[in-house]
């Protein structure tokens, strides 16, 4: 089962800064398979990002997804008070499996 | 609409079986897998499996294969997810999830299983 770490687990920053989220893989991923989730309290997961670096319809292009091999990251460029949440890497390349996921505060 | 809507919240005693449902609207029903994920309380989320709702085939997760069941009927655009022999450690929302291209674009609204004797 290939393994993905997510760091940090909270990252609290200031509206209009850089979030910078990491997801690393115990073995290679195909780029096809890595996808990014948003998750706010109470509500289901939603798709940002799909094939590592392709936004899903309607995500703004503040979130980029970037990476390959075992080393992705999410970048939110500019932070806006709505991006509060937990985000979530997955992989379909063996099975499936999630990270642990990053929280990200607006200060 | 594009829309995956999924049944009530259910509360069972330990070693009891539950079903969820998860309806599908707004698109051909067996164009795209179903996949089930789960989150336990403060957790985060956990890959159940999957079933393709054209032929049926299924793909589980080794950690529930032995208790979970997918299935689906056609006739009605629905999926469902069965888990038996219940824990309390099963207590979690139960998710449904349309996967396109490597990633799940439409969710259910989440159905809470609770597990308590």
């Known amino acids: 089962e290939i393994v993905l770490t997510q760091s940090p687990g909270t990252l609290s920053l200031s509206p209009g800064e850089r979030a910078t989220l990491s997801c690393r893989a115990s073995q290679s991923v195909r780029s096809t398979y890595l996808a990014w989730y948003q998750q706010k309290p109470g509500r289901a997961p939603r798709l940002l990002i799909h094939?590592?670096?392709i936004r899903a319809t309607g995500i703004p292009d503040r979130f980029i997804g970037s990476g390959s091999g075992t080393d992705f990251t999410l970048t939110i460029s500019r932070l806006e008070p709505e991006d509060s949440a937990v985000y979530y890497c997955h992989q379909y390349t063996t099975s499936l499996t999630f990270g642990g996921g990053t929280k990200v505060e607006i200060k | 609409q594009v829309q995956l809507v999924q049944s009530g919240a259910d509360v069972k005693k330990p070693g009891a079986s539950v079903r969820v449902s998860c309806k599908a609207s707004g698109y051909t029903f067996t164009d795209n897998y179903f996949h089930w994920v789960r989150q336990a309380p403060g957790q985060g989320l956990e890959w159940m499996g999957w079933?393709?709702?054209?032929?049926?085939?299924?793909n589980y997760a080794q950690k529930f294969q032995g208790r979970v069941t997918m299935t689906r009927d056609t006739s009605i655009s629905t999926a469902y997810m069965g888990l038996s022999s219940l824990r309390s450690d099963d207590t979690a929302i139960y998710y449904c999830a349309r996967m396109v291209a490597g990633g799940m674009d439409v969710w259910g609204q989440g159905t809470t299983v609770t597990v308590s004797s």
């Open positions: 094939g590592a670096s």
């Open positions: 079933i393709d709702p054209n032929g049926g085939g299924t």
